[in-house]
């Protein structure tokens, strides 16, 4: 860490922002006067260290107009009135008793806003809700520099004091390196922050890992094991007597009209490699074990008069999706009957449109509850909490038979092994935004769209699609790198379902929903660490990202593509190659030539 006087950075910070931002320099405040800093410490009952002191006499903070100056995520530094009315506030939540037989470090867990802490900054914003803070204490903290965000437990920096704090923020602007996580950068006469990014170029797989795991498989039972009742909450009580009744599995299913069930896998999206029969049991072992690396498993039959169906046993829910019923009722009539909590919805949807006049709807009331005569509430632990809905699921079942001539009792497959396959789900909707994104990462995405031909744009935002998925890392995948040279070529891209472009974009979707999946588990997990680590993860949620935009360029106008595209940059420097691309400075694939 560098040091250096707070009158040295503050020359460096001058120079640079006069020299690169003098919008943001003009903003800077004059010094503050000496008597004013004195009384505030006599209004606070507090010494100002000696940099504070100093860097007052330089400038008393700044004006809080767009464009001014501010440390990042921490905002704008505090003038001596703002320091006075952030610790007035911030003290208004506890007491001086409170904080009487605490040391500095008791302090910081159990004292909301210790009174001899000064917020010198006005957070992100530019409130006195959070910031940068700084110790006045006499002791081994004095003059520290800490963090503090709104809700949160303030916490000390590396930073010793604001001459550091100083010296690091003149070295970001001067070499254009990273301050706090963020890189100040200059653009039109003002400082704005932005992230720089890279990812690990070769992310641990999570279906390579399915993969090698293999499918469990489910073990004759000895005998009963008694039922493990579900945590609610903090406060349960438990009834005297024998537990109750636990509801039957109801779940989501759609009936679809003259497709056998032969035909469903495709309309699905399932994965070939794991279609085989499974009873429920199977099925749900096997949703909820790594193998399945968190993809959807469906179950598929036939219950006569023409309909065959799909449940669903696990995974995030699918039959819920319009993109999915929209597949799947292709052609043909499905009715559909979910049970979510207190609601249950039957849907009758006819070749992609819904038709109101099959829906049936109830919502139920919750009934887990038990309120004493002190007025306090608590919740039952081996109860159905909405009763209501599971009748509602059972009577609209059995209405199913009198209104499409479907029979089906769920329970009667339970045991049963029906044909089953994990998905690979299929992707959201593209959908145009009433309102496009005019600003991105500070940029005016409007202003370059009105006064760019259409042409030139399109070629620029094709070339800065190139350089997302470089940095991404899926341009290596063929059929990724064939789309992208039949943009640069204004050749129609293959985006149909099932194409292979198509696959493989449903394929990223699913590594990064794994990844991140992993990761969670092991959180409240005391087995060993997930396999995948958070840079795994922040590589496939990049690539999945990358993948689309990519997917925008081809079905959005482009204005709604290329915010896409430049808010996933990876790159700082974007804005750099942006203008390079708009001039035709860049190569064939959209790298920008060197002179």
Not at 144 to 152: A, L, Q, S
Not at 226 to 241: E, K, Q, R, T
Not at 397 to 426: E, R
Request: proline share 9%.
């Amino acid at each position: 860490m560098i040091t250096s006087t707070v009158e040295r950075s503050w020359a460096r910070i001058e120079s640079w922002l006069a020299h690169h931002a003098p919008h943001t320099h003009g903003l800077l405040r004059p010094p503050a006067l000496p008597e004013d800093i004195e009384a505030a410490e006599l209004r606070l009952g507090v010494t100002f260290p000696s940099d504070l002191r100093a860097s007052l006499l330089r400038h008393d903070g700044v004006r809080l107009e767009q464009g001014t100056l501010t440390l990042g995520y921490y905002g704008p530094l505090s003038g001596v009135a703002d320091i006075v009315k952030s610790a007035e506030f911030l003290r208004g939540f506890g007491s001086e008793d409170d904080e009487a037989d605490l040391d500095e470090e008791t302090r910081d867990e159990f004292a909301y806003w210790p009174r001899e802490r000064l917020l010198i900054t006005l957070g992100i914003c530019w409130q006195s809700s959070d910031g940068m803070f700084l110790a006045t204490r006499p002791g081994p903290h004095r003059g520290r520099v800490g963090r503090y965000f709104d809700e949160d437990v303030p916490s000390f920096t590396a930073w010793k004091d604001p001459g550091n704090v100083l010296a690091d923020f003149a070295t970001a602007l001067e070499n254009g390196t990273q301050f706090n996580g963020q890189i100040p950068l200059a653009v039109e006469g003002r400082v704005i922050w932005d992230d720089d990014r890279t990812i690990i170029p070769d992310p641990l797989s999570p279906l390579a890992l399915a993969a090698e795991a293999g499918e469990p498989r489910v073990r004759a039972a000895v005998e009963p094991e008694p039922p493990v009742l579900p945590y609610h909450g903090l406060h349960a009580v438990l009834i005297d007597g024998p537990a109750r009744h636990v509801p039957p599995v109801q779940p989501d299913v759609v009936f679809v009209a003259g497709v056998s069930p032969e035909e469903l896998p495709a309309r699905l999206g399932a994965v070939p490699a794991t279609a085989g029969p499974r009873s429920r049991e199977q099925a749900r072992l096997s949703a909820a074990a790594p193998w399945a690396a968190y993809r959807p498993l469906v179950r598929m039959g036939s219950c006569g008069g023409g309909w065959s169906y799909v449940t669903q046993e696990g995974g995030d829910p699918q039959l819920r999706r319009p993109e999915v019923l929209r597949r799947l009722s292709r052609g043909t009539r499905i009715v559909q009957l979910t049970k979510q909590g207190p609601e249950v919805r039957v849907t009758v949807v006819e070749d992609g449109v819904e038709r109101p006049e099959g829906a049936k709807r109830v919502d139920s009331p919750r009934e887990d509850q038990v309120t004493g005569s002190d007025g306090r509430s608590w919740r039952t632990l081996d109860v159905d909490p909405w009763p209501g809905s599971t009748a509602a699921y059972t009577r609209f079942a059995a209405d199913l038979a009198a209104d499409h001539g479907i029979v089906w009792d769920p329970a009667s497959d339970n045991d049963m092994p029906l044909a089953s396959a994990l998905l690979l789900p299929v992707l959201d909707d593209v959908r145009e935004t009433r309102h496009p994104v005019s600003r991105v990462r500070e940029f005016d995405l409007g202003g370059l769209v009105d006064r760019t031909p259409p042409e030139r744009l399109r070629s620029a935002m094709a070339s800065q699609l190139a350089r997302l998925a470089s940095e991404a890392g899926i341009d290596g995948y063929p059929e990724i790198a064939r789309a992208l040279e039949g943009i640069r070529r204004d050749e129609p891209v293959d985006l149909s379902a099932d194409s292979p472009l198509d696959l493989r974009m449903r394929t990223l979707a699913v590594e990064s929903r794994a990844a991140r999946g992993l990761l969670d588990a092991s959180r409240y997990a005391s087995d060993p660490p997930a396999p995948v680590t958070k840079a795994d993860l922040g590589a496939w949620v990049a690539r999945n990202a990358a993948a689309g935009a990519l997917r925008e360029f081809v079905l959005l106008p482009l204005p709604e593509a290329a915010a896409t595209i430049l808010y996933h940059r990876l790159s700082v420097r974007w804005r750099d190659d942006l203008a390079e691309d708009l001039t035709g400075r860049g190569d064939a694939a959209g790298r920008p030539i060197r002179r």
